[in-house]
């Protein structure tokens, strides 16, 4: 056996060893900017809407979950509320989500940007109600006297994607008591910008009901 053979055998475990090992190190050192950060870039988030925003955001906690949202890097928002008006009324409520998982690119932690890439939506229930007037409750929850652009720089936007998992989400017409109810079993809707044109893809699966005067229509699986 001689000496280049060995050389080059050297060289390739070192290779093999070297590549294994690099995307671990760097994931490891995402984690630990995520963890370090986690706290402050959801103080940031909440109190950032609730100061921008007419209605009112509140949570129970959060916490790093770095394969919940995979590829993305996420922090776990645990117990997501928001209500319509600026207290925190159960009545006024529109969103109640058990786990919001806020999904962030991996080389973009690492050059310090915090943009959300990916937003995942995880046992809930959205209840939407169209008042008399003709508006709804979640675009007054969600009033702002700031430009789309400006809202977009604050929350860091840059979505590729949003998906829902068991979600109740259901519409009230209070001017003729009809109920839209979709139970959303599993949802993606995927996001992609090419030469100035947004292109929105959408996989569903629900179960629809439509009640009216007590009379109810079921339309299932959809996909």
Do not use: C
Request: hydrophobic share 40%; net charge positive.
């Amino acid at each position: 056996m001689t000496l280049a053979f060995l050389k080059r055998k050297k060289f390739w475990k070192r290779f093999v060893l070297f590549a294994f090992i690099a995307p671990v190190i760097l994931f490891l050192t995402v984690l630990l900017i995520v963890y370090a950060n986690q706290d402050a870039i959801v103080r940031e988030l909440i109190e950032t809407a609730n100061k921008d925003f007419k209605g009112a955001i509140r949570i129970k906690g959060s916490h790093v979950a770095p394969f919940a949202n995979f590829p993305y890097i996420s922090i776990d928002i645990e117990g997501l509320e928001i209500f319509e008006g600026d207290d925190f009324n159960s009545k006024k409520r529109i969103v109640h989500i058990k786990d919001t998982y806020i999904g962030f690119d991996l080389t973009g932690l690492l050059t310090g940007k915090y943009d959300v890439k990916s937003i995942r939506l995880t046992d809930g229930d959205i209840r939407l109600v169209r008042h008399l007037d003709g508006s709804f409750n979640i675009a007054k929850a969600f009033e702002t006297d700031l430009p789309p652009e400006k809202v977009k720089e604050e929350f860091h936007l840059d979505l590729k994607s949003i998906k829902l998992d068991k979600i109740d989400l259901s519409k009230y017409n209070e001017s003729n008591g009809m109920m839209v109810d979709a139970y959303i079993t599993k949802t993606t809707t995927s996001f992609k910008t090419t030469n100035k044109h947004l292109s929105i893809g959408l996989d569903s699966k629900f179960e629809l009901s439509l009640i009216q005067n007590g009379d109810t229509t079921f339309i299932n699986r959809k996909h």
